[in-house]
């Protein structure tokens, strides 16, 4: 069973920093793109920022050179280091993985959600 577990959430002042991470575990024999979505009250779920396999970046406008998107070596792990906080970054942040798996002996590729974690930006 494939699981992507975040953390570092939380309630920040605005021009302040948050670095989020999201880790994945399973039965997983490949990843090929990780990213993090958010979605404020009201809103629409909206990509903030994705890598994929090949090393390749995407950011929203919104959050370009604000906002930096990692993985780590085993490339398990992805991060979301956020800078120059505002409020209207408040929403829930949801890690994303494209990736293949082993189900009951067969790869399958699907597409995992996290359970989504709290940024509040607000003094």
């Known amino acids: 069973q494939v699981q992507l577990v975040e953390s570092g959430g939380g309630l920040v002042q605005p021009g302040g920093s948050l670095r989020l991470s999201c880790a994945a575990s399973g039965s997983i024999f490949s990843i090929y793109a990780m990213g993090w979505y958010r979605q404020a009250p009201g809103r629409q779920r909206e990509l903030v920022a994705g890598?994929?396999?090949?090393?390749?970046?995407k950011y929203a406008d919104s959050v370009k050179g604000r906002f930096t998107i990692s993985r780590d070596n085993g490339k398990t792990t992805v991060y979301l280091q956020m800078n120059s906080l505002k409020p209207e970054d408040t929403a829930v942040y949801y890690c994303?993985?494209?990736?293949?798996?082993?189900?009951?002996?067969?790869?399958?590729?699907?597409?995992?959600w996290g359970q989504g974690t709290q940024v509040t930006v607000s003094s």
């Open positions: 994303n993985a494209d990736l293949g798996s082993l189900v009951s002996g067969m790869s399958v590729r699907n597409n995992y």
């Open positions: 890598a994929t396999n090949g090393g390749r970046t």
